[in-house]
């Protein structure tokens, strides 16, 4: 089950970290980062 | 290279940062704070020397044992069921750092629900832990969550049926080991910890089991003491003698149909006399202002003072606060008074203790004068 919902997270952080780079608004961007800390902690289940 | 992808990496870089940074404090909360036991320690075991499913796992914790020289009856407290609600955790260290057994066997777990203690509560803005000043210099205790850490346990049901029961609860209680009593061998791992509780009572044939809680100062349930229909002789023993201390705590019978909690279902499914005791804590409650070690340790929150005044609450809340040393010296008191009752109750299962400070000194001198 965990595998499983790592996998999840890894799926959408590679899918933010794709966003944050194509994105050509720096607000989005931003926006993209804040929600990039969370989740990367979470796949490395620190938090 | 592009405008916005120099953005893009500078963000990278900058969120790297805040992620090792915030990951380091959050990796430390994972770390066991050092306990120095009394030369009375007999040996720590582990919840999984109980129940094996346990070994390796984050719910896996260190089982206290004290034993006199004289054989008596046992006495099992537990601390750290939840990690936001300190005077538990603290009164059980306290107990391991100062006790002395002379009958009987004493078991303390100062962390029962040790997965919580690695994580706060999302958006409750508490701090990971406190700071308590002793003859040693100052020593640092954890502020955890009420449940386990989402890492260890996912994910949470819409529905936390408890199995014992069928009772239906909201499903982030999944992860609250004081609704997981008795707990399962094939369960969770909440209620795996619980099932270790319960077969550590069940093996070492334990004769009292006090859980130690704190509640918020508008909650009903508190400065009080919940019994079970069995121990409910001991409880009234020990309330009566707390209150010839001036010591204010109440009587609660623990309810038939709710649940899960420990003084309901350590009651019907072994023969222990539960127990559990709550005192007041403004640094978990609605009402409070800003959340801070300060407020954990002090207990003095100005708008409680005037939910206080306004009759709002439950316990009295002036000026002076709930500071933890006085929730501790509750707590110590509770377990000497329960003990005392038990003894009058169960002669020739006596279980005599020493070494743990009075309500008045630990009020007077603090708790860190008690720690080492």
């Known amino acids: 089950m965990t595998l499983i919902y790592r996998l999840i997270i890894l799926l959408l952080v590679t899918v933010f970290i794709k966003m944050l780079y194509s994105e050509k608004n720096i607000q989005n961007q931003i926006n993209i980062s804040l929600v990039l800390i969370p989740l990367v902690m979470r796949l490395l289940m620190i938090k | ?372």
């Not at chain 2, 002090?298 to 040393?325: S, T, W």
């Open chain 2, 1 to 372: 290279m592009g405008k916005h992808r120099i953005i893009a990496i500078i963000l990278t870089g900058v969120m790297t940062l805040v992620i090792i940074f915030t990951g380091r404090e959050f990796k430390d909360m994972h770390a066991d704070i050092p306990i120095f036991p009394s030369d009375d320690l007999a040996e720590v075991k582990m919840l999984s020397d109980y129940f094996e499913g346990l070994k390796n796992t984050p719910g896996d914790t260190q089982v206290y044992v004290f034993e006199g020289e004289e054989e008596g009856g046992s006495v099992l407290i537990l601390g750290g069921t939840h990690p936001n609600e300190p005077s538990s955790n603290l009164t059980s260290i306290l107990f391991v750092e100062n006790l002395k057994v002379d009958k009987g066997r004493v078991f303390v777990i100062t962390e029962s629900n040790k997965s919580a203690f690695t994580h706060n509560d999302p958006q409750e803005g508490s701090p990971h832990g406190y700071y308590i000043e002793t003859a040693s210099g100052q020593r640092f205790f954890k502020y955890g969550s009420r449940a386990t850490n989402p890492i260890h346990q996912w994910p949470d049901p819409d529905v936390y049926v408890h199995a014992s029961s069928g009772q239906q609860l909201s499903g982030s209680e999944t992860r609250n080991l004081n609704r997981a009593y008795p707990g399962r061998e094939d369960g969770t791992l909440t209620e795996k910890v619980a099932y270790g509780i319960t077969s550590l009572i069940n093996k070492e044939q334990i004769d009292l089991t006090i859980d130690l809680h704190e509640a918020s100062p508008e909650y009903p349930v508190i400065n009080a003491m919940v019994a079970h229909e069995t121990s409910a002789d001991i409880a009234s023993f020990a309330i009566l003698e707390m209150q010839f201390q001036s010591i204010e705590i109440a009587l609660e019978m623990s309810p038939k149909n709710l649940h899960g909690l420990s003084h309901r279902e350590l009651g019907d499914f072994t023969e222990t006399y539960p127990l559990l005791m709550e005192t007041a804590n403004p640094a978990q409650g609605r009402l409070r202002g800003a959340t801070s070690a300060e407020l954990i340790v002090e207990g003095i929150d100005p708008i409680y003072e005037k939910a206080g005044n306004a009759g709002f609450l439950f316990v009295k809340f002036d000026e002076n606060g709930h500071p933890l040393n006085e929730r501790v010296a509750r707590h110590t008191t509770g377990i000497i008074e329960i003990v005392k009752a038990f003894n009058c109750l169960n002669s020739g299962k006596e279980i005599i203790i020493g070494g743990i400070p009075g309500y008045d000194d630990m009020l007077q001198q603090g708790i860190g004068a008690y720690l080492r």
